[in-house]
């Protein structure tokens, strides 16, 4: 039997130190960093940005189109004179795919907001705690006593 190599579903984690004086973009960076949505050393970093925009967004409780979005990232890395690396349109949707696959970003109505305006602890240890890890962990085990039972009998 064949199967696809393609995932149902893909989690990275990495632990740093704690975030003791880590302050806005440094603090989004390392949870991207943390959660698998940015790479150790990427200079494509514009998820930092996405995220950060919709964090801000959220104390207002608005929600941004892609389009909206995409401005916000523009005015911040030209604000933080950052390149303009990445903010094509079809590329911020990507990202914020990316978020909402995390469940930190929900899309209702075509526009993008923080997972119902709530915090982000109580929706990461909802959704990916209780949720996403349990899945995950449970097909990990199958496949390993799949494979124990190959290769010890």
């Not at 959660?35 to 970093?45: H, I």
């Not at 240890?125 to 799949?146: G, T």
């Amino acid at each position: 039997m064949k199967t696809k190599d393609t995932p149902l579903s893909e989690v990275t984690f990495r632990r740093y130190e704690k975030p003791y004086d880590l302050k806005g973009r440094e603090l989004v960076r390392k949870l991207c960093l943390s959660t698998g949505l940015l790479q150790p050393g990427d200079s494509r970093d514009v998820i930092i940005d996405i995220f950060l925009v919709l964090l801000e967004a959220m104390k207002k409780e608005k929600a941004l189109s892609s389009e909206d979005v995409k401005k916000k990232v523009e005015e911040k890395r030209a604000q933080l004179k950052l390149p303009m690396l990445g903010i094509a349109s079809s590329n911020i949707r990507r990202q914020l795919k990316r978020l909402r696959g995390l469940f930190f970003i929900e899309k209702v109505k075509n526009k993008y907001r923080i997972t119902e305006f709530s915090n982000l602890e109580e929706t990461f240890d909802e959704k990916v705690d209780k949720f996403l890890l349990p899945s995950i962990i449970k097909r990990v085990k199958e496949y390993v006593k799949a494979v124990n039972d190959e290769f010890t009998s």
